[in-house]
């Protein structure tokens, strides 16, 4: 079974500081992906990644930055986390880009800026 | 630019009773579909997909979706619900490059 684990379910933090989400993917799948989902909005794509040390911005990167250093791992950042931040934060990897392939979701870190 | 709107934010429905969710999706090409569950504190779960051939698609959980191409349509049906069947549902479409695109999502309640 494919595993995407994310590095907290909960996490709060506090306005300013700089947050750092993990997600890990145990399928050595090429593509990675991280979306907020907010009530009524489902799930907007922040940022993707089809290799080691690529990225590209997805419809909301504005506040975002990312970070994939090693195939298996990628990794989200705020670098001054906002209150109209908090949200749910989901990662996905998938196997390649060819329109068949399955997204496979974490199951979300639930992030609170005060 | 792709969307996809689910016109249903919630949707009460009692055991054993049929559901239907609606999914209608605007993009230019031939569409990727899916339909995705979120049970409550859980991650999305692909329930069915669908890219080209039998419009009609069997997924997991007794659910099936058929594809209407000429009302821009992808409803999501299961003959007869189930108490674990009470989530969040999504639907989305694909673009270029795996890149997917959700509706706002139907919650789903189930009375006994």
């Known amino acids: 079974d494919v595993k995407v684990t994310q590095s907290s379910r909960y996490l709060v933090k506090r306005t300013g500081e700089k947050v750092f989400l993990e997600c890990v993917q145990d399928?050595?799948?090429?593509?990675m992906f991280w979306y907020r989902q907010d009530p009524g909005l489902g799930l907007r794509l922040i940022y993707f990644?089809?290799?080691?040390?690529?990225?590209e911005k997805g419809d909301i990167p504005e506040g975002y930055s990312v970070s994939r250093e090693k195939k298996e791992r990628f990794s989200l950042i705020l670098e001054s986390a906002s209150t109209n931040q908090t949200s749910m934060y989901l990662c996905?990897?998938?196997?390649?880009?060819?329109?068949?392939?399955?997204?496979?979701f974490g199951p979300g870190t639930r992030l609170t800026v005060l | 630019a792709q969307s996809v709107t689910q016109p249903d934010i919630h949707i009460t429905v009692s055991e054993g009773a049929s559901l239907e969710l609606r999914c209608n999706y605007s993009?230019?090409?031939?569409?990727?579909l899916f339909w995705y569950v979120q049970s409550p504190g859980q991650g999305l779960q692909l329930l069915l997909k669908?890219?080209?051939?039998?419009?009609l698609v069997q997924g997991i959980k007794g659910f099936e979706a058929e594809f209407k191409r000429s009302q821009s349509s992808f409803n999501l049906r299961k003959p007869s619900v189930h108490w674990s069947d009470a989530a969040e549902y999504f639907c989305?479409?694909?673009?270029?490059?795996?890149?997917?695109?959700f509706g706002g999502g139907t919650r789903v309640l189930v009375k006994p």
């Open positions: 989305a479409v694909e673009a270029a490059g795996n890149k997917l695109t």
């Open positions: 990644s089809y290799d080691v040390k690529m990225k």
């Open positions: 399928m050595d799948h090429e593509n």
């Open positions: 993009y230019g090409a031939t569409p990727y």
């Open positions: 669908y890219f080209s051939g039998d419009t």
């Open positions: 996905a990897s998938s196997g390649g880009t060819v329109g068949t392939d399955t997204q496979y």
